[in-house]
């Protein structure tokens, strides 16, 4: 992804410009699906059936949550993002 963002995904960790960056399960996986698709839109819809395996009913609140937070890591300005963009209506 680019920005001084390194993920090792075997040892499931993540440094940003030098520094670890601590996330949870669902961060790391949800940061990690963005990154293997780095350039595509990843819909909401994906993004559910990833971190709860289960099937998307709609509610995007779970999902927003989860986005806020991975930025909130990650990010130098989380409220203008510039690794995790949002397409309006669509998804990340």
């Known amino acids: 992804m680019g920005n001084g963002l390194a993920i090792d995904i075997p040892s499931r960790t993540v440094m940003m410009e030098g520094k670890t960056v601590d996330l949870t399960k669902q961060e790391f ?4 699906y ?25 509610s995007d609140d779970g999902i927003i949550c989860q986005v806020s937070r991975l930025r909130k890591k990650i990010e ?3 409220e203008h993002p510039k690794l995790i963009k949002t397409v309006r209506g669509v998804g990340y």
């Open 29 to 32: 996986n949800l940061l990690c």
């Open 34 to 58: 963005l990154a293997q698709n780095e350039g595509r839109v990843i819909s909401r819809n994906q993004i559910y059936e990833l971190l709860w395996e289960d099937e998307y009913h709609g």
């Open 76 to 78: 130098k300005d989380p």
